[in-house]
């Protein structure tokens, strides 16, 4: 958490986006580091634990981060926490809450509402339907399709 | 949606990844298309809707999208929809549904389950939080502080 606040920080001075830093751990060594660098990419993807994850994977060159724990400054916004979840991440330390992440002007604890009904957020409309549903039976078809 | 469809099948048939293909659209012009790239990168975050965001972002050279339309295969996971809305992305219009996705061996309806309440997936717990507070103070007290 220190590395991650450390991250956060430097970040943060740099201008390269909002105070959020990640580590991610895999039997007891660091193998990724990040901060939020949302304004020096133009990435609105480029989330501190984002980052981590992606730099684990490819560390690791694997998907899957089941042996890894995530320590974040911050309990993650909806996009983070799916991310963690796609990763299998079993284990997560954040250090502010969402509360805090708010009072420091990152209100995404209405993110958390939205995700449950973007409808009130967006216009989200389903479209070409049976077109996109054939793509499901082509993939069904597939003989050496994989699951991640 | 045709375009989206087509990446999801080139996607899947060089088995980059899954069958969700992703189109970003501004004032009429596509700007950014992706398809489902996990397999191929080794990046759990590589959904079509993640690469489409962030190709578009790079395109623009901006990480607001509020002028643009997504048009992707599949109802948006929660780390996908959290990208949206962190884009601003105002208009999104899916193909296939949650139910579809999950018909094709894709069950994350339960992912929105679990995004609300992650402890019942992963160890979640607060630490060192003190020091992960001072960082938002440090933030606060920044003069030439910029929001996303």
Not at 32 to 43: F, G, I, M
Not at 83 to 103: F, K, S
Not at 132 to 146: G, T
Request: charged share 20%; hydrophobic share 40%; net charge negative.
């Amino acid at each position: 958490m220190e590395i991650a606040c450390d991250e956060a920080v430097s970040g943060m001075e740099a201008n390269d986006g909002g105070p959020f830093g990640a580590v991610i751990v895999r039997n007891g060594e660091v193998i990724a580091r990040a901060h939020n660098e949302v304004l020096s990419s133009n990435d609105p993807t480029a989330h501190a634990e984002i980052l981590a994850i992606r730099r684990a994977s490819a560390v690791l060159g694997n998907f899957d981060l089941s042996e890894c724990i995530l320590y974040t400054t911050c309990y993650p916004c909806p996009m983070c926490m799916g991310a963690v979840l796609w990763a299998r991440i079993p284990a997560v330390y954040y250090g502010a809450t969402r509360e805090d992440a708010a009072a420091g002007g990152f209100d995404d604890a209405h993110f958390y509402t939205m995700i449950q009904n973007p409808q009130s957020a967006l216009n989200l409309r389903p479209l070409d339907t049976e077109n996109a549903k054939s793509v499901f039976a082509k993939w069904l078809s597939k003989e050496n399709r994989r699951y991640y």
